[in-house]
């Protein structure tokens, strides 16, 4: 298997507080991985270094052969790299639709010329960015919600809302952060099977999540963070029994 | 099924809008109202603009006057003083100002929320005292006289009825324009820049590229407007570029409904029907007067007179539709 995504001693501090220290990540192409951790683990440090949220301290991410650390946030969507958000950030001056056909906003060229005077290019992509979005909204099964404001969903359906929105980038790379927060039990039950339809595209998955049990159900590989360091990493059944996993999560017995 | 009621009724009331734009003057409004209806296109110019760069972009300017004045002095100064012709004048105007808009864009939005709004309002500021100042080339304090009138071939907009169908042609057409602009994939990224910056990021959006050219775009219209409104009065000082001016435009922004093209026309006919005309009955409590209007406008149309229009129109449309229904 080949990797679609890796760091290599990615650091990161804030301040005086190490948030990322050292980590060495593989993501293999085609695979649901998972990075798991007790609070303030530095799980979202990741994903906002990989995103490009903020910059590296030091170390390197490498995405399909490339260095990534002096591109621009936005080029890294246009690279195949997508991502949820933990809080929702729906836009809320929008529909449903047009929430997800924003996404596809880098896979379209047309600008503002060819809008103002509604030139055939700007028509005949508008033609296929809607549909596309469409077909993103059926898959996540929204589609009958189409045309409602986005904050008018439930909590649930925003966040599949979010997933629509980041396939319509058209990602090699999807990075969901805590999809499962907030959500029931059945919704979760059918975000897993989202996610694993998802990767049956031939997306791979990283995500960062706190419920175990979806974590466990879900995941084919598992990273385990702990003070901004990586303490562990394998399969879900290798995770459940790892001892200094296990302490992390639990504390260490006293003397 | 609400949306298509909605839609239709947008429609209804634009077409009957220009309607009454384009025929108005022919009959006893001619007389009395033609040059209140040109100010009221030349300030729908910039308050399009602003409605782009505050309500949908979600980007304040506090210093929109200034780019009016910018087009206005170029305007003035070329065809004055260096026998430009106007139209020329005009188009150099434009450029001129959008190439200051472009440079500016870079220092100013690093800046955002309420710094932004105070540092567009610092440009605004700044642009006045200049216009003050340079009197050698703008006539100072006193301004300048004569300015020539815009001509075309052999025909010269000298009256004002004349340049009422120049300023609403030139009017209707930034309004299409900002309307389509609105609904396809650049205004998306707009929209979605104003509802959170990370997440249009995120999709792949260059938040920075696209603040810079709306704000461009939008100081623009404001040049334009400017050029047109000095060669419609022939004369030009600094007086209407000033702060009160900047905040003009924002209250018609508002009071037309920030997010919605079509209500700047709204908004730009309220405020100045209501300073130049309503207000003068009140005398001395016209500000009193006309802080309550705005009072009542924002409580009670939060989204501007054209939404709150328009959805009041499909309000009694689908009563009166829920009445044809019943046996």
């Given amino acids: ?255 | 099924m609400l949306a298509k009621v909605r839609g239709r009724a947008a429609y209804a009331v634009i077409v009957l809008l220009l309607l009454l734009v384009m025929l108005a003057p022919f009959e006893w409004f001619l007389a009395r109202y033609t040059t209140l209806m040109i100010f009221i296109g030349l300030n729908t110019m910039l308050t399009v603009g602003l409605c782009l760069l505050m309500g949908y972009t979600g980007q304040v300017s506090l210093g929109h006057a200034a780019f009016f004045g910018i087009g206005a002095y170029f305007s003035a100064i070329l065809s004055k003083t260096y026998d430009v012709n106007p139209w020329l004048a005009m188009g150099i105007g434009a450029a001129a100002t959008g190439a200051f808009a472009y440079v500016i864009s870079y220092p100013i939005f690093r800046l955002r929320g309420n710094y932004l709004a105070m540092a567009t309002l610092g440009l605004g500021l700044i642009i006045y005292i200049l216009f003050r100042e340079l009197g050698d080339y703008t006539g100072g304090p006193d301004g300048m006289y004569g300015i020539p009138y815009l001509s075309a071939g052999g025909f010269v907009f000298d009256t004002p009825f004349k340049r009422y169908f120049l300023v609403w042609g030139l009017c209707l057409a930034m309004l299409l324009i900002s309307q389509n602009i609105v609904r396809s994939r650049s205004g998306r990224a707009l929209r979605a820049i104003h509802g959170s910056e990370a997440a249009a990021e995120s999709v792949g959006i260059n938040s920075a590229q696209f603040k810079m050219k709306i704000f461009v775009l939008s100081a623009v219209y404001a040049s334009l407007a400017g050029s047109l409104f000095v060669h419609h009065l022939r004369f030009v000082g600094p007086q209407p570029f000033g702060f009160l001016a900047s905040v003009m435009v924002v209250v018609m922004a508002v009071v037309g409904g920030l997010a919605s093209v079509w209500g700047a026309i709204f908004g730009a006919a309220a405020i100045r029907i209501l300073s130049d005309k309503v207000l003068l009955e009140f005398g001395e409590l016209d500000l009193i007067v006309y802080g309550l209007i705005l009072m009542v406008v924002m409580i009670f149309l939060p989204q501007g007179l054209f939404v709150g229009l328009k959805e009041g129109y499909a309000r009694l449309r689908l009563r009166y539709v829920r009445r044809e229904a019943e046996p």
């Fill in chain 1, 1 to 255: 298997m080949t990797s679609i995504l890796e760091t290599k001693g990615l650091c990161r501090a804030f301040g005086g507080i190490v948030a990322l220290n050292n980590v060495d990540l593989a993501v293999e192409a085609g695979r649901i991985t998972a990075v798991i951790g007790p609070n303030g683990a530095g799980k979202t440090t990741l994903f906002n270094l990989v995103a490009g949220v903020y910059p590296v301290d030091r170390g390197e991410i490498v995405f399909r052969g490339t260095a990534l650390n002096n591109v621009a946030t936005h080029k890294r969507t246009a690279m195949g790299i997508a991502r949820t958000f933990q809080n929702v950030l729906l836009f809320g001056n929008m529909t449903a639709l047009e929430n997800v056909m924003t996404g596809q906003h880098v896979r379209s060229r047309y600008g503002f010329f060819e809008a103002a005077f509604r030139l055939p290019k700007s028509r005949r992509e508008e033609e296929t960015i809607s549909l596309k979005a469409m077909r993103y909204l059926n898959l996540v099964g929204l589609g009958m919600h189409a045309q409602r404001n986005a904050l008018d969903l439930p909590l649930g359906q925003q966040k599949l809302l979010t997933i629509a929105r980041a396939l319509a980038t058209e990602p090699q790379l999807l990075m969901l952060d805590e999809p499962g927060a907030g959500l029931n039990t059945l919704e979760k039950r059918d975000l897993s099977d989202l996610v694993r339809r998802i990767r049956d595209m031939g997306i791979s998955v990283l995500l960062v999540e706190h419920d175990m049990d979806l974590v466990m159900g879900l995941a084919e590989w598992v990273v385990v963070l702990d003070s901004g360091q990586k303490i562990a990493e394998g399969t879900a059944g290798e995770i459940q029994r790892n001892q200094r996993v296990i302490a992390a999560y639990l504390g260490e017995e006293e003397e």
